[in-house]
């Protein structure tokens, strides 16, 4: 038996990330279906979960048991692009080729009561997420290359920061030897002056004692 389910929460109509979470209730081997209207390209992923009433216990519980089918379908071009089967939990993906209305259904097998007269329901969660286009990953070579680009130009200014500091460094050790040089050379042409002076000095006192010795002051 098949039951077809309209989610206009899910519609889709512009290139917008959406994650969208929602639970019902199959009996065994009882078929879901869900419309949805997706652009092209748009990526389409998420992940299941089944639990089964038991009577006995008055709760749902995980039954390893059971299985899952699901199928997505473009309902224009009437082409499947997603047929998987899987255990009572899992994940699954497709990408719409083509723009327009796709039939999503689910299906769940090995519930233990079984058959859609029996008492067992299976709860099944689905947890649904509706990504932008698939590029087949160019939006992330695209990222990559801006980044390297990025990294690129900080290299080459970090680059110039070091030849910069080194220029710097090499002025400062240039004027740090001029500067010593420059002290060097003062104290040295004070040493001389002050020789010089000493030795005016001495040739003053030693004509002055001669003058006053020919003149018999002394």
Known sequence: MQRLLFITALLLVSATHLVSGLHFYLRDAERQCFLEELPKGFLVTGHYKTEEWREAEHRYIENPGISVSMTADDNDAQHRVMNQKGGHQGKFSFTAGKAGEHTICVQAHGAQGGGWMSSSVVKFTLDVDIGEADDGGRSAIEKI????????????????????????????????????????????????????????????????????EAKKLV
């Not at 390297?148 to 240039?174: D, M, V």
């Not at 040089?181 to 042409?189: C, G, L, T």
């Open 145 to 212: 290359k801006d980044i390297s680009e990025k990294i690129k130009i900080l290299n080459a200014q970090l680059e110039e920061i070091k030849t910069e500091q080194k220029y710097q460094r090499e002025r400062e050790l240039e004027f740090d030897g001029a500067t010593s040089s420059i002290r060097k050379r003062v104290v040295y042409w004070a040493f001389i002056q002050l020789g010089i002076v000493a030795g005016v000095c001495y040739w003053q006192l030693r004509h002055l004692r001669r003058f006053f």
